[in-house]
Nanobody, 115 residues
């Protein structure tokens, strides 16, 4: 059974940093792509960052230059380093993995940025 467990959220002041982790129950090489979405109250779930099995990275314009997605193949874990956080980054962050033809999701971790 494929499981993604995300963690690392919390409360931080504007300008601070957090690192989210997404641990997979199987080898992350078996995913076509992995990444992070976020959903703020009353809004849709949007892509934040993604990394393909080949190592290509993609970021939402709103986080470019501030967030970095990376992976540790030995730990089957994907990370999202979030720097210079802003109040508008406040949301529930969800890890996801695409393993054709299915999508898998973590349970979500809350990130709250105070001004």
């Amino acid at each position: 059974q494929v499981q993604l467990v995300d963690s690392g959220g919390g409360l931080v002041q504007a300008g601070g940093s957090l690192r989210l982790s997404c641990a997979a129950s199987i080898s992350i090489f078996s995913f076509n792509a992995m990444g992070w979405y976020r959903q703020a109250p009353g809004k849709q779930r949007d892509l934040v960052a993604a990394i393909t099995s080949g190592g290509s990275r993609n970021y939402a314009d709103s986080v470019k230059g501030r967030f970095i997605i990376s992976r540790d193949n030995a730990k089957d874990t994907v990370y999202l380093q979030m720097n210079n956080l802003k109040p508008e980054d406040t949301a529930v962050y969800y890890c996801y993995g695409r393993r054709d033809p299915y999508d898998y999701w973590g349970q979500g971790t809350q990130v709250t940025v105070s001004s």
